[in-house]
């Protein structure tokens, strides 16, 4: 039931995290270095981008503070990345199942 209870309402069978969390207005999440917010006219949607050189330094966290749980319930993840032509990225994703240890994915050019 504790479970339950902390789940993400409205996820059925999608959540668009960054607006659960509230990113752009960041009390619920987190930022950390060159992270800018710009409007695309082609999703019509505000964008974040990432820059800098060093990754560890430049980030977004969802939630805002490690102790508390995000709440998610589903089985699948998306991600909607453009990589801007001719530099590198990385994308770094660390997922903690409920009562298991933290799983860290990986993907760079």
Known sequence: ????????????????????????????????????????????SPIYKICGTVPANNYIVFPKHNSQSAGLTGTQLCILFKPIPGEFFTIHLEVKIEYSNVIPLKAFD
Not at 2 to 22: A, C, E, I, L, M
Not at 25 to 42: A, F, H, I, N, Y
């Open 1 to 44: 039931k504790q479970w339950y209870q902390r789940r993400v309402r409205g996820q059925n069978p999608y959540v668009n995290v960054f607006k659960h969390y509230g990113v752009g207005q960041w009390k619920k999440c987190g930022k950390e270095g060159d992270v800018v917010s710009l409007m695309d006219r082609v999703v019509k």
